[in-house]
Structure formats: C-alpha cells, structure tokens
C-alpha cells in the first residue's frame, strides 16, 4: 500500500536525550491517523524530524513518497502543517494575513476560503492578537486547509480548547478529509478516537502500536468477552 509518511528506525538525540529511538512509521494514504502518546514521548521530534524541519540523528523519512530531505517548495505545497505553538502575524487582520497567504502556493482555492471563513466564523476585520485561543486554531487550520494539501499534519490541535470549538474544528477537518490524509497527534487518545481510522501510541520515543481503529475495536471486544467470561 502506498504510503502518506513512511519512516525507517527514525532517531533523534538532543545532547543526553534521545527522544526518538528506531521509529518505523507507516501512515497510509488517506487515513486520518491519530499520532497519541503522553508530553515529552517525542510527538513534536517525530513530526519536525518526518518534514525535515529537524535532522534525524539517524534513520530516513519519505513523505508522499518522497525523500523529506529532498523536501523543497514545490514538493511542500502538498503538506500542510500546523504545529503546537502555531506562530500566527499577531500585528495583522485575518483578513491581511489570507491576503498574505494566497500568492505563495498555486492550490489556493478561493471558494473553499469562502466556505471556511462561513463554517470557522472567521472575523476578517479583527486583529490575529485580539483573537481567543480557539479562534487562532481556526484561523490556523483554515490557512492550512485553504490549499487543499494532500497530506494535513497538525500537532497538538485541541489541546486546552472548548470542547465545542473542538467539535467545530473536528467537524471542518471531517468535511474536507475526502482524498487527504490527515495525522494528528494528541496526548489524549479520547479528544480524537471518534474519528480517527488509525491510531499509533508513542512512548518515550517508541512506537508501542499502530493499528486501524476498527482492529483494537474488534480485539477490546474479543478481551472484553474473555473477561466477561471468567
Ligand atoms: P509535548 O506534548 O510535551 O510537546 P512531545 O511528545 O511532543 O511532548 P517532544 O516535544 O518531541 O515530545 O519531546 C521529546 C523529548 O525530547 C522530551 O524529553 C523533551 O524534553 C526533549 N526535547 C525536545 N526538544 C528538545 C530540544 N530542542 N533540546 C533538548 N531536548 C529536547
């Protein structure tokens, strides 16, 4: 099977730390994989090592099937990504900073803008500093979204958000999710298994599992029943 992201014995070290250690990562096309694991279990290393925003120690990663250190511009414009502390231009409008984002990649979709400035409620005249944190996670994922990416990796996005702008953001990701792969990591597996296909557990920079949701669903029911049994 073709893959979004493939890894082979992915490591990185910080000095002392080693925060990945040997990760082999397959994440099929058009899943929607939850990438969870506890803080500091190395979610943020992997995904900046995978897109080459960080140099692995050792190992290799392809993204849409290509070399990530062979990662250009061109090649980008497939990959969104928002990451955990997504700096967004504090000083302008939402208005001034699509106006910024639209010449820089071809996929601009301007209906699709239209449609997610309606469905995120995007206030076009209000200053990006002035915004809540879930407003700033709209802005965030309707910038990344507007260009309609193959592969979508978002990192930490709901953490301390309203559930119900969680449910918003969840629900605008889903709309869009025909023919993208989506990876999104989270310290909570609960904030995301309703909707993810796949699911990985990272711990202390291991890869402890990496299943299809529906698999662990039928073998909790398998245990579930041995249990009941006894
Ligand atoms: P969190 O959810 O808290 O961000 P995480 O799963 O994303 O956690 P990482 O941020 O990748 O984990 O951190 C993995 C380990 O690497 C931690 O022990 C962290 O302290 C360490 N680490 C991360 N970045 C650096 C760095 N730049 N220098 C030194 N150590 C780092």
Redesign the pocket.
Known sequence: MSMAIHTERLT?R??G?E??RGLDLDVPRGSIYAFV????????????TILNLRQPTTGRAEVMGADSRALTHENFQHIGYVS?NQRLPEWMTVEEFFDYLRPLYKTWDADLHAELRRQFDLPPGRKVKQLSRGMKMKVALASALVFRPQLLIL??PF?GLDPLVREELIQGLLDRAEGMTIFV?S?DLAEIESFASHVGY?EQ?RLRLSEEMAVLAERFREVQVVFEGE
Do not use: M, R
């Not at 500091?40 to 900046?48: D, E, F, P, R």
């Open positions: 990185k910080y000095g730390t925060a990945l694991g506890p803080n500091g279990a190395g979610k943020t290393t992997a995904i900046q955990e990192d930490e953490t990591s310290h990272l920079g």
